[in-house]
């Protein structure tokens, strides 16, 4: 069972607002990324960070930020959300050796939806 | 070139039958294959995942088969049974990019 947290898990919230959506894994992976789902949909990457102080943009554009100040924590915000923002968010992470790809541990998600 | 498809994009199979979804890809890069099982309201979750030294890998009832000349692989649930009712999803990277193409994912339903 892979030690991956999101809070909160559901989330209705007012257009216009700040929010915050927390992502921590206990596995000391450096490899940590969020992705955005629809219910029942492919997944899009759209933040990945390969080590503290480190964070990319994925291949979906988002409007959304995040950090990566400790391994273990890896938040996303969204400074003002609007319904376009209402979908799912997963958080996951990875091990990492040399350039050998492994695994991706996912969170339980965080289902928003913006009002 | 980056892209995975997936396909059928929905399967329905009776208890006891086999159910097989497939993926194929154009990046000759890609060195790692997972596919991912996901119930509804849940993160998804490891399956089984080959590399592509090997053309087949079998774990339990789930089975994956790649072709490495055709750029195809393929998930294979043996027996299936309605717990199995889920959406797969499959995936692939390159070592040292760290990131996966996920295809678009097949929602399976198996009848009792």
């Known amino acids: 069972e892979a030690d991956i947290y999101q809070t909160p898990r559901y989330l209705v919230i007012g257009t216009g607002k700040k929010i915050t959506l927390e992502c921590s894994q206990t596995?000391?992976?450096?490899?940590m990324y969020w992705y955005q789902q629809d219910p029942g949909m492919e997944l899009h990457l759209i933040h990945y960070?390969?080590?503290?102080?480190?964070?990319e943009k994925g291949d979906l554009s988002s409007e959304s930020t995040v950090s990566r100040i400790r391994t273990e924590h890896f938040p996303l915000t969204l400074e003002s959300a609007r319904p376009s923002h209402t979908s799912q968010y997963l958080c996951?992470?990875?091990?990492?050796?040399?350039?050998?790809?492994?695994?991706?541990?996912f969170g339980p998600g965080t289902r928003l939806t913006v009002t | 070139q980056q892209q995975v498809k997936q396909s059928p994009q929905s399967l329905i199979v009776q208890k006891g039958g086999i159910s097989i979804i497939n993926c194929a890809y154009e990046?000759?890069?890609?060195?790692?294959f997972p596919w991912y099982q996901q119930f509804p309201g849940k993160g998804p979750a490891l399956l089984i995942a080959?590399?592509?030294?090997?053309s087949e890998k079998k774990e339990g009832r789930f089975t994956i088969s790649f072709n490495k000349s055709a750029k195809q692989f393929s998930l294979h649930i043996m027996d299936s049974q309605p717990g199995d009712s889920a959406t797969y999803f499959c995936?692939?990277?390159?070592?040292?990019?760290?990131?996966?193409?996920f295809g678009t994912g097949t929602r399976l339903k198996v009848l009792a």
């Open positions: 596995m000391g992976h450096d490899k």
């Open positions: 996951a992470s990875s091990e990492s050796a040399g350039r050998v790809t492994y695994e991706q541990y």
């Open positions: 080959i590399r592509p030294d090997v």
């Open positions: 960070s390969y080590g503290v102080n480190s964070t």
């Open positions: 990046n000759t890069a890609f060195d790692y």
């Open positions: 995936a692939a990277s390159s070592s040292g990019t760290y990131k996966y193409i």
